[in-house]
């Protein structure tokens, strides 16, 4: 398929589907297909490599992640430090943030304080493309610093942001019906031993409230939940060291891993990543006991049919809950690769070029 004739029909095909009364934006959900940036004469570099011409010597992504990069456990006070640092971050760049609404759970140590943070770019749009982290560490563990877990994916997540809002996302505001929600979650690491009930925390409450929680269509439709209006929920875990393999854990989205894993490999054909190993490998077969079943902050929503892609490397990282998970354990240049692959991706699945 190639070329002009496609992408002039899908930009008609767009803005037909913009201006059409009787398409509504479920439909459009439904039959979501996303632009290839390669296909619009220097969108690929230009979105690639907006670290190059905007943060050459990587002080920016840096000032993201320090402060961060601490033990940052519910209760504590960096804790609450790292939250308001990432209302702070997001809220200057213009972003709707929800970060102020602490509720308690009760834990295997007694009710514990929690507070999630969701910060979307266009609030009037219906549909979202969700990408998550958590950002507390373990509870007790003064020592350990969780860099890669998940320091770092919280740092790519707002570094993103910084990068892509001005030129890239805010053109988009009252003209697309999908736009991009970050949510930082609370309490995903367990206060005594991993279980249902003792992990998970900021994401089973927020789940289950979005799901309780009313969005009303237009045209006198029937109303549909908040998760509903979540296109894909791209969870982010355990990134930063050196050397990851990521692949397609969950098989009813493996049609958006094969795009994560074609986004790296024109990247990498292009010349726009490090040299270092692929990092996106999709699996056609996992053997008779299937793909490893890791529990994570995506669970809650994909229980209640959201589609998940889960960005994790497996095996963990070898600083996986040991001290040694720290600034050391981090990867530039992996780092740098994963934010290229993840704004390529974010602006070909929002169709960004035939907005702009």
């Known amino acids: ?46 979105v690639a490599l907006l670290d190059r011409s905007l943060d050459p010597d990587g002080q920016l992504f840096n000032s993201l992640l320090q402060p961060i990069l601490r033990p940052r456990y519910v209760t504590s006070a960096a804790h609450e430090d790292v939250r308001q640092h990432i209302v702070t971050t997001l809220a200057g760049l213009g972003w709707s943030v929800d970060g102020d609404n602490t509720f308690e759970m009760r834990t295997p140590l007694g009710v514990m304080p929690f507070t999630n943070v969701v910060a979307t770019h266009d609030p009037a749009a219906p549909r979202r493309l969700v990408l998550a982290c958590h950002y507390d560490s373990i509870y007790k563990r003064d020592k350990f610093v969780a860099a890669t877990d998940s320091a770092v994916p919280c740092a790519m997540m707002l570094y993103l942001a910084t990068l892509m809002t001005k030129d890239y996302l805010d053109p988009l505001k009252g003209r697309s019906d999908l736009t991009v929600q970050l949510m930082f979650l609370d309490g995903e690491e367990a206060f005594v031993r991993w279980s249902d009930r003792d992990s998970i925390y900021g994401s089973r409450a927020l789940a289950r409230d979005m799901q309780r929680s009313v969005f009303q269509l ?108 720290n600034a050391a354990a981090i990867h530039r240049p992996t780092v740098n690769n994963l934010n290229r692959i993840m704004r390529v991706f974010v602006a070909e699945y929002l169709n960004i070029p035939a907005y702009l």
């Not at 009364?21 to 959900?29: I, P, S, V, Y």
């Not at 006198?220 to 979540?230: F, H, K, N, P, W």
């Not at 894993?261 to 024109?266: F, I, M, S």
């Open 218 to 325: 237009r045209n006198g439709q029937s109303a549909v939940s908040e998760l509903d209006r979540i296109d894909l929920f791209v969870l982010l875990d355990l990134l930063g060291a050196s050397n990851p393999t990521i692949s397609n854990y969950i098989s009813e989205t493996n049609g958006e891993f094969r795009h994560m894993a074609a986004v790296e490999k024109k990247l990498r054909k292009s010349g726009y990543l490090e040299a270092v190993p692929a990092i996106f490998k999709y699996r056609r077969f996992w053997g008779l006991f299937g793909a490893p079943q890791i529990s994570d902050d995506h669970l809650p929503f994909m229980r209640r049919g959201v589609k998940v892609l889960h960005v994790i490397p497996h095996p963990f990282p070898s600083v996986w809950h040991k001290n040694s998970d």
């Open 1 to 46: 398929m190639g070329g002009v004739p496609w992408v002039l029909s899908f930009g008609l095909l767009l803005c037909a589907h913009a201006l059409a009364d009787n398409l509504e934006w479920m439909t459009r959900q439904a039959r979501h297909r996303s632009l290839r940036l390669d296909d619009f004469a220097g969108w690929l570099e230009s």
